[in-house]
Nanobody
Framework: QVELVESGGGLVQAGGSLRLSCAAS????????MGWYRQAPGKQRELVAG???????NYADSGKDRFTISRDNAKNTVYMQMDGLEPEDTAVYYC???????????????WGKGTLVTVSS
């Protein structure tokens, strides 16, 4: 079994910063792509940022220049530094990872339960 646990969400004023963390644990051989998604009330879940095992990153327009994704492969952990937060960033943020559990496993997608980020104006 594999579990992803997010932390770091909370309430912050507009213009403030938060750092999200997501630690993966369990039966893990290797983690390929990891990413952060978010879902605002009444909206669909959307990609915020992604990072490959080798460290190549990609960002949605919403977070470009304000958010920075990084990872520590030794700790099976992905981070996202969020600066210049805006009320429009209010959402539940979910961690996602493609986890390979053994040499013979092609891997599968895992999701965390989410952490709430609320940005007040």
């Amino acid at each position: 079994q594999v579990e992803l646990v997010e932390s770091g969400g909370g309430l912050v004023q507009a213009g403030g910063s938060l750092r999200l963390s997501c630690a993966a644990s369990g039966s893990i051989f290797e983690i390929h792509d990891m990413g952060w998604y978010r879902q605002a009330p009444g909206k669909q879940r959307e990609l915020v940022a992604g990072i490959t095992h080798g460290g190549t990153t990609n960002y949605a327009d919403s977070g470009k220049d304000r958010f920075t994704i990084s990872r520590d492969n030794a700790k099976n952990t992905v981070y996202m530094q969020m600066d210049g937060l805006e009320p429009e960033d209010t959402a539940v943020y979910y961690c996602n990872a493609w986890v390979v559990r053994s040499w013979f496993d092609n891997g599968m997608d895992y999701w965390g339960k989410g952490t709430l980020v609320t940005v007040s104006s």
